[in-house]
Structure formats: C-alpha cells, structure tokens
C-alpha cells in the first residue's frame, strides 16, 4: 500500500536559521498537502501542490513537488519562535484517500 | 462561529463502556472524515463520508462505528473501549476533497 515518509521526524533550530523537511512518497500521488499542528492545536492546512515540478511560496515558507510527484519538501527561512509545532505531508493518491507522513516536529530556541 | 465543532473536548471512561464523539461543521462542505492521533502525533485515518456516504473505511476495529445523520454532522460511535483506544480523535471536512479543515479534537483517555 501506499507509505508516506517524512524526515526528519524532530528537528531542532535556532531563530533566524533556515530548515528543510521532507516527505517521500512510495507510490506516485495526485497531490500533496501540508500542514502545521501547533502544541495542543489541530492541524491547520498550508498549502497543496498538484502540478509535476510546482513551487509555491508563502512568505517565509516554500513547497516543492518533486518532478516524479513521490517527493515534496517545505523549506522554511529565517526561523521564528511562531514556527514551532508539528508539520505534516499528507499525501492523496485516490479520491478521498489521505496517506499523512509522521511530521516533523519542530523546535525553535532563541 | 466555529467552522468544524466536536464535542466533547475531553472523555475520560472506563474499559468497556460506550461512548459517542460528536463533530458537526458550518461550511458547507461535502466530505467529513474522522482521524485518530496516537501519542506519537501519528494521523492515521479512519473514515470519510461524502454526502452521508461511507467512503473510507480503513483497518478499524468494527467497536467504531461513524454515522452521518446529514451532510453537515459526523458522530463515532465507541463500543467496548479499549485502553489502546485512547488517543485524540479529530473530525476534519474537506470542500471538494482538497484542503481539510479540523476540528479542535476530542481527547479520549480510557482507564
């Protein structure tokens, strides 16, 4: 069945440094998504990518979707204390059908 | 004006009971899901509905049993809870199978 990897599964970073998280797909997907859980939150939806190669951005965020559509990755600039929580990939392959990657949970120190 | 409601908040029972979780949304949307979080933060889904129809019914013990009276409600029926069963569940919606919307999540502690 399908799997969705992400790493690293915690990542520690100091202010104003850059991170990147990745999410791996074994099977190609019709879209991904992300989003972001904050301590004791729910997840909030960031963004999705459905297009071969696509590059979106917001603010000090960028997503990727990899060529082959099996790899997307979030890349995050300048790190803010308002960053800190859990991101996860959720990948779809069929309709209806979210395979979510264990996040990345992020820690930001000052 | 919460988007995506569930009730309760916090449930805490015993082995063996039965319990009910309730989740309604105002958006309007078409698809509703329910999602169970392990203590290790793991999302895994359990059931979506798209305009009261059974969609997904992944690997869940039959003691779990979802029921969508309409299109704007999704409640889980728990039968015989089990100590592994505790977890925060979340009910999320989605307007066309794209982005969700969760909702605050219910934290079921069985003892």
């Known amino acids: 069945g399908q799997q969705v990897m992400q790493i690293p599964q915690y990542q520690h970073v100091q202010e104003g440094e850059d991170f990147t998280t990745y999410c791996n797909s074994s099977?190609?997907?019709?879209?991904i998504q992300w989003y972001k859980q904050r301590p004791g939150g729910h997840p909030v939806f960031l963004i999705q990518?459905?297009?071969?190669?696509e590059v979106k951005k917001q603010k000090r965020l960028t997503f990727q979707f990899g060529e082959a559509k099996k790899i997307s990755s979030l890349h995050i600039t300048a790190t803010q204390t308002t960053d800190v929580g859990t991101y996860f990939c959720?990948?779809?392959?069929?309709?209806?059908?979210?395979?979510f990657g264990a996040g990345t949970q992020v820690v930001v120190t000052p | 004006d919460t988007a995506v409601s569930q009730t309760p908040k916090y449930l805490v029972t015993q082995m063996g009971n039965d319990k009910s979780i309730k989740c309604e949304q105002n958006?309007?949307?078409?698809?509703m899901y329910w999602y169970k979080q392990d203590s290790k933060k793991f999302l895994k889904i359990m059931f979506s509905?798209?305009?009261?129809?059974?969609?997904i019914n992944e690997t869940v013990p039959n003691r779990f049993s979802p029921k969508s009276p309409d299109k704007a409600h999704l409640n889980l029926h728990i039968n015989s809870l089990e100590l592994g069963d505790s977890a925060v569940y979340f009910c999320?919606?989605?307007?066309?199978?794209?982005?969700?919307?969760f909702g605050p999540g219910t934290r079921l502690t069985v003892t």
């Open positions: 999320a919606s989605s307007p066309n199978n794209y982005e969700q919307y």
């Open positions: 099977t190609t997907l019709s879209n």
């Open positions: 990518l459905v297009k071969s190669g």
């Open positions: 959720a990948g779809q392959q069929s309709w209806g059908k979210f395979q």
């Open positions: 958006l309007g949307h078409d698809t």
């Open positions: 509905y798209n305009n009261k129809e059974l969609i």
